[in-house]
């Protein structure tokens, strides 16, 4: 079977997702039959660099023999087990380790991350409910925030393109100021930028503390926003903020945890703990799909009590599946063996430099990199970007996917310095070729992650 078998095949069947079906008409499908490394590999034999960690999951690259090792040696075991009323050995050592990493407690599972940004949106609002403060039940998220999409993590979500359309489906939230560092104004440093913000928050938690259980945030970097980052002070100052007001903090590190902001946790750059940690994408090394919330000890011992209603009676089928586990502690295990955060800080150093020649265009804004990703902005006059430059990448067998005109590269760590050469090289070549033709007539801006 060939890549237009495929392709045709999955055109018909599959439901792709965040996806405009119809653009398939005119973009190729890639089908992938392989993974290595940080490649991915089609039916026709052409390879592409895995740019984006396959959507920010991938850790240590595809078919890691570790993880691949753990979850077969698991898999002679036990594959599954209901968690309500029982348990196993790696969900058992995997929230032993987590809490020992996180400074919190009692892990609770889901199987993506929206799910887990909607246990700790039920937890918070739970919480204030056992508490004797019911008046507690409305978030505060940031603009240009994304949790996920489900109906009550997109509710929390700012992006119209995928909230919008359901809107009269969504409990209206409060929004607070991004802290992104590109809005700092002429004169003002990223921290006075993140400064400000927190004193607009400030204000709404002042006016509506009282009806707030939680606010919730992507640490230092909002992902879907197209990699918008800010300064460590703001989650200083939003810890602060949250144990003056008597709100939860609930720290969405989905994308940002194990490793990917540079250090284990984002959180931990900003010197606090959250209330709720939300965790997923890394977690397996992007091999099963696993997503987990830790809490504080006072939380948990809110629910804890003889009457079955105060308890957190919130469940999927696949709570603490025994096989991701054992993929998550492999994960784990990698992190120590090869201290992976060191190797990290190194690497990322040497491919910043590699970067240079991009930061040095005229038409690179905003150049910024934290841990193990780094983001850019186009100036372009194509309003197609996203799509053509996407294109541009992967005839150079390079998978980058642009979030409007912001591109950015979130490789595998595993990725060694001839392979960020190539993808260097190739984001140049596709940069030079996309400005320099026209409008292709066929896109319209696509800020999809
Ligand atoms: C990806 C992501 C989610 C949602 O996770 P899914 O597994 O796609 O449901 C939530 N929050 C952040 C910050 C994310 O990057």
């Known amino acids: 079977m060939s890549n237009q078998d495929w392709l045709r095949r999955s055109f018909d069947a599959v439901w792709h997702p965040c996806t405009q079906m119809k653009r398939h008409e005119r ?38 023999p570790r993880i691949r090792q753990a979850i077969r040696d698991q898999l002679d075991q036990l594959e599954h087990v209901m968690l309500a009323g029982f348990t196993h050995r790696p969900v058992v050592e995997l929230s032993e380790r987590l809490a020992k990493l996180s400074g919190l407690g009692h892990a609770f599972y889901g199987s993506d991350g929206a799910s887990a940004t909607e246990i700790a949106l039920k937890m918070s609002f739970h919480y204030w409910k056992n508490s004797g403060q019911p008046g507690k039940t409305r978030f505060i998220s940031l603009e240009n925030s994304y949790h996920g999409e489900t109906v009550g993590a997109l509710a ?86 949250c144990d ?38 890394g977690i397996t090394g992007g091999f099963l799909p696993l997503s987990c919330v830790l809490t504080r000890d006072a939380v948990y011992q809110a629910f804890y009590h003889d009457d079955v209603a105060r308890g957190f009676l919130h469940s999927h089928s696949y709570t603490g599946n025994a096989l991701a586990c054992a993929a998550a502690l492999a994960v784990l295990d990698i992190f120590e063996d090869e201290d992976v955060l060191a190797a990290n800080r190194v690497k990322a150093e040497e491919w910043t430099r590699k970067m240079q020649p991009l930061i040095a265009r005229g038409d690179v804004r905003h150049f910024r990199h934290r841990g193990m990703i780094w983001a850019f902005d186009v100036e372009t006059e194509r309003s197609d970007f996203a799509l053509a430059y996407f294109s541009a990448m992967l005839k150079r067998g390079c998978l980058l996917r642009p979030i409007g005109k912001t591109v950015y590269f979130m ?24 400005q320099s033709s026209g409008q292709s007539g066929q896109g319209e801006e696509t800020p999809l992650p």
């Open 411 to 434: 490789p595998p760590y595993t990725l060694n310095n001839e392979e960020m050469d190539g993808l260097v090289r190739a984001s140049l070549e596709a940069l030079d070729e996309v």
């Open 156 to 241: 929390v979500t700012d992006v119209p393109l995928f909230s919008s359309t359901y809107a009269d489906l969504l409990k209206p939230g409060l929004r607070a100021p991004s802290p992104d560092a590109r809005l700092a104004a002429p004169g003002e440093s990223a921290a006075d930028a993140a400064l400000r913000a927190a004193r607009s928050l400030e204000n709404l938690l002042a006016k509506h503390c009282d009806q707030i259980a939680a606010v919730i945030v992507e640490p230092l970097v909002q992902g879907a926003a197209g990699m918008a980052m800010h300064d460590p002070v703001y989650l200083t100052e939003l810890r602060r903020l």
């Open 244 to 281: 003056q007001y008597q709100v939860h903090l609930i720290a969405d590190e989905i994308a940002v945890g194990f490793g990917r902001a540079g250090s284990f946790f984002a959180y931990q750059q900003a010197g606090i703990t959250p209330d709720f940690l939300c965790l997923s994408k």
């Open 27 to 64: 973009l190729p499908i890639v089908p992938i039959a392989r993974g290595e490394g940080a490649w991915l590999i089609d039916f026709d034999g052409n390879r592409y660099l895995d740019g984006v960690s396959s959507w920010w999951v991938n850790l240590f690259g595809h078919g890691h």
